[in-house]
């Protein structure tokens, strides 16, 4: 489908402004995808993204995937968006996690 992108990238608009009135501000560059996880993330559990850190993308992006699989992908992004926040101080290169949202975000 591609519609799919483009309602991302203007999903991650939409939630800007609430991360901000939490004091959670996103970072300006946010690429997100519609896209089936890594062999990696495949192989621990059924992942609903994954979200790879600025210092893996040519352009220094953060890189959120969305799996296509997903009923909630609204929720998912949320989950991911908030993770580009929080978790850019690890040194992984690719952060594989499935639990809820975060509760200071809900």
Known sequence: ???REPWL??????????????????PEKIRVTCGFPSKFARAI?????????PSSSADGHHE???SPVESDPWSVLAHWCMNSVTLLRLTMVTVVLSPPLPRRCT
């Open 64 to 66: 959120i995937f969305i």
């Open 9 to 26: 990238t203007s999903a991650v608009g939409e939630l800007r402004p609430i991360f901000e009135a939490h004091n959670f501000p996103l």
């Open 45 to 53: 559990n059924r992942a609903m993204g994954e979200w790879h850190p």
């Open 1 to 3: 489908m591609s519609q």
